[in-house]
């Protein structure tokens, strides 16, 4: 399944404003998707009535423009995936418990949400939301510090309620 995300805002005024007055400036970027880049095939687990119920509302609030890298489109068997920039930050809602996951071994709190990190990966860094009504897992490429993190806990909190 391809998932494309399009948001189009347009705030307009009273009805006797000049033309350069009639639309709020609402900042932040245009969102546009980097087209030049290929889209990038996400493994996704199969959705789960939790999954179902906490990663849409995140989905929508996710930013379009993460530290400077646009969006880019994923292909996945939910719309419960999203990435940004090349090498890729990928973002995937309601994956299982980290196999690795010992309670309080190898976690961080950033801004409100706990995370397990697993640097298994000589080529990434998987991070794991693991105290959200699901499991939210954020891969890095291995030269990535944890600025993505860092952005998305704050969504995180707004969006899926804390276990």
Same mark, same amino acid.
């Given at each position: 399944?391809?998932?494309?995300?399009?948001?189009?805002?347009? @705030?307009?005024?009273?009805?006797?404003?000049?033309?350069?007055?009639?639309?709020?400036? *609402?900042?932040?970027?245009?969102?546009?998707?980097?087209?030049?880049?290929?889209?990038?095939?996400?493994?996704?687990?199969?959705?789960?009535p939790e999954a179902d119920a906490h990663c849409p509302p995140l989905l929508q609030a996710i930013p379009l423009d993460l530290l400077g890298e646009p969006s880019?489109?994923?292909? /996945?068997?939910?719309?419960?995936?999203? !990435?940004?920039?090349?090498?890729?930050? *990928?973002?995937?809602?309601?994956?299982?418990?980290? !196999?690795?996951?010992?309670?309080?071994?190898?976690?961080?709190?950033?801004?409100? *949400?706990?995370?397990?990190?697993?640097? /298994?990966?000589?080529?990434?860094?998987?991070?794991?939301? @693991?105290?959200? !009504?699901?499991?939210?897992?954020?891969?890095?490429?291995?030269?990535?510090? /944890?600025?993505?993190?860092?952005?998305? /806990?704050?969504?995180?909190?707004?969006?899926?309620?804390?276990?």
């Amino acid at each position: 399944m391809l998932v494309v995300l399009a948001v189009l805002v347009n @705030v307009l005024g009273g009805e006797e404003q000049d033309d350069a007055a009639a639309v709020a400036d *609402v900042g932040g970027t245009t969102g546009e998707q980097r087209a030049d880049l290929p889209v990038l095939p996400v493994d996704v687990p199969p959705p789960t009535p939790e999954a179902d119920a906490h990663c849409p509302p995140l989905l929508q609030a996710i930013p379009l423009d993460l530290l400077g890298e646009p969006s880019r489109l994923v292909d /996945s068997d939910t719309p419960y995936a999203a !990435a940004w920039g090349e090498p890729p930050v *990928v973002l995937v809602c309601g994956v299982p418990q980290p !196999a690795g996951l010992v309670p309080g071994e190898g976690l961080f709190t950033i801004n409100g *949400v706990t995370w397990y990190v697993d640097q /298994s990966d000589p080529g990434a860094t998987v991070w794991t939301a @693991v105290d959200r !009504a699901v499991y939210v897992q954020v891969t890095l490429p291995a030269d990535v510090d /944890s600025a993505p993190v860092t952005a998305l /806990s704050d969504v995180l909190v707004g969006t899926v309620p804390a276990r």
